[in-house]
């Protein structure tokens, strides 16, 4: 069973079973999948610079909910300027994104459980792919509010209890979303120090 990472001579530690650590890094790589973007670059970086400013690319706004939670409109009163700073910025915010996402997939595979240690870059990107997989997996379930939340809350309380039925993947989706949310809690306490 997982614990809390605490912070150790600059480095984060924590404990996760080999299953935990297994599903976190199947989590992440869904997401960094889900926000790749959908050229490849060259590996040149003036290249992809300049292909990321042509005509050739002209991303749409997203019409997967959870896809423009992670990639927000620049502007809700013009759509000109929207499209415009879209066209500019996706697709090196999403390359961004899934080099961030990658890295923090990479120290967890690095990991020997049940001990996991990282480094305070690590622990950053961690802390933001769990940020991105965690707005997911809140789309998905339906969590835009406060009261969303504890909604579900309720309902999966009751489900435990026997007083309410829950469909099996919205169950598993809550268990994610709760482990994921209390990981990233501990990795951003352990990184402030806390």
Known sequence: MATSFRRRKGRLVATMDAEEIALVVHILR????????????????FLDLVAGLGDEVDPEEPSDPALARLLPSASRDDPEQAAEFRRLTEHGLR????????????????????????DLDQARALAIGLTDARLILGERLGLRTDEDSERLHELLEAALMGEETLDPATAQKMA????????QESVTTAMLGR
């Open 30 to 45: 869904l997401t960094r999948d889900f926000v790749a973007p959908e050229r490849e670059d060259t590996g040149d970086p």
């Open 95 to 118: 390359s961004r994104k899934a080099a961030t996402l990658s890295t923090a997939i990479a120290a967890l595979q690095d990991a020997i459980a049940p001990k996991v240690e990282i």
């Open 176 to 183: 994610y979303y709760d482990f994921l949310s209390w990981l």
